[in-house]
């Protein structure tokens, strides 16, 4: 269910936005279905990453709720309007700033840019599975010819 979306208005001040998205949209928390909050970015926050996990780790784990980021890794930095944000990093810094704050909100994380996928958790995993999948079917081809073999 969607119920909330959020701009930074040109900044990248993430504190605020998810603070209005708690307080808006949390406030009564029985009322709402949500379990997530997807945050859309071009780049690192205006807060530092410590202090946004920590906050996040808190508001996460009061509403049962993850969040979730999908990191769009532009070639410029700066932004259509020419404004340079409050906080710089490099796109393997911001990565790995989100990977942080995501891991305090239990969420996944998905990095992407304009030459394709970069990293991401779901991907990961169904990757897993599928090493899973084809370890255990290799087993089972190794144990049916060892059978096979003994009668």
């Given amino acids: 269910r969607w119920v909330l979306s959020l701009q930074c208005k040109g ?26 909050l997807y945050l859309l970015t071009t780049g690192i926050p205006d807060q530092e990453t410590h202090a946004i996990s920590a906050y996040v780790a808190e508001v996460c ?13 532009v070639m410029e930095d700066v932004d ?11 796109q393997t810094e911001t990565a ?4 942080k704050i995501v891991q305090a909100a239990h969420g996944r994380f998905h990095w992407f840019g304009e030459a394709g996928i970069f990293e991401s958790d779901d991907i990961t995993i169904i990757v897993s599975e599928m090493e899973k999948a084809n370890n255990y079917s290799q087993k089972c081809a ?6 096979k073999q003994r009668s």
């Fill in 80 to 90: 259509s309007n020419g404004i340079i944000p409050a906080r710089y990093a490099n």
């Fill in 11 to 36: 900044s990248r001040n993430f504190m605020s936005a998810l603070r209005r998205a708690v307080e808006v949209d949390f406030k009564d928390k029985d009322k709402h279905k949500s379990q997530g």
């Fill in 96 to 99: 790995l700033a989100f990977k």
């Fill in 142 to 147: 190794f144990l049916v010819e060892s059978l």
């Fill in 61 to 73: 784990t009061g509403f049962d709720l993850q969040l979730h980021v999908c990191l769009f890794s």
